[in-house]
C-alpha cells in the first residue's frame, strides 16, 4: 500500500509520455522530469504516481514516502534498490565493488519477476559499494 508524503508535479520531456510507477530523473530544465537514461542513473527526483501520456505535460512524482514502482527482476524486501534501466524499473543494487550507485530507497515488500510492483521507502542517497 503506497503510502503519500510529498508529491510533486514535473513536466515530462520523453515523447510518448511516461506510466506510473516508474523512477524519473531531472530534466535538462528546472521543473522538468525525465526517465532514466541508462542503469544507475543520477539526479533522481522520485517515482511517478500517475501516468502522463504526453511530452510536456505535468505527471505526479511521488518524492518522499512509500511508493509502488515497477521491477526488473526478483526483489527481497528490505533490500537497497536503484534504477535498473531506461523505463524506470527498478533493480537490487548488484554493481561492482568500488561502483558509486545511486539507490532510490528500500524494498519494503518483495518482487519475484520482472513487471511485478514492489512498494518501495524513498531514501534517495548516493553511495559506494
Known amino acids: 500500500m503506497a503510502i503519500y508524503l510529498m508529491d510533486k508535479t514535473y513536466?515530462?520531456?520523453n515523447s510518448g509520455g511516461v506510466a506510473s510507477a516508474r523512477v524519473v530523473v531531472?530534466?535538462?530544465s528546472s521543473g522538468h522530469c525525465a526517465l532514466p537514461a541508462a542503469a544507475n542513473a543520477?539526479?533522481?527526483l522520485g517515482v511517478t504516481v500517475t501516468s502522463q501520456p504526453e511530452?510536456?505535460?505535468?505527471?505526479?512524482?511521488?518524492?518522499?514516502g512509500i511508493v509502488d514502482v515497477v521491477?526488473?527482476?526478483a526483489i527481497?524486501?528490505?533490500s537497497p534498490v536503484n534504477i535498473a534501466d531506461a523505463t524506470g524499473r527498478v533493480k537490487l543494487v548488484n554493481e561492482s565493488i568500488g561502483t558509486k550507485v545511486?539507490?532510490?530507497?528500500f524494498a519494503e515488500t518483495s518482487a519475484s519477476s520482472a513487471g511485478d510492483v514492489?512498494?518501495?521507502f524513498i531514501s534517495v542517497h548516493e553511495r559506494t559499494i
Open 118 to 120: 514492489v512498494e518501495v
Open 102 to 105: 545511486q539507490c532510490l530507497g
Open 42 to 44: 543520477g539526479k533522481i
Open 11 to 13: 513536466r515530462i520531456t
Open 55 to 64: 511530452l510536456g505535460r505535468g505527471v505526479s512524482v511521488r518524492k518522499a
Open 71 to 73: 521491477a526488473a527482476g
Open 26 to 28: 531531472a530534466g535538462v
Open 76 to 78: 527481497s524486501a528490505g
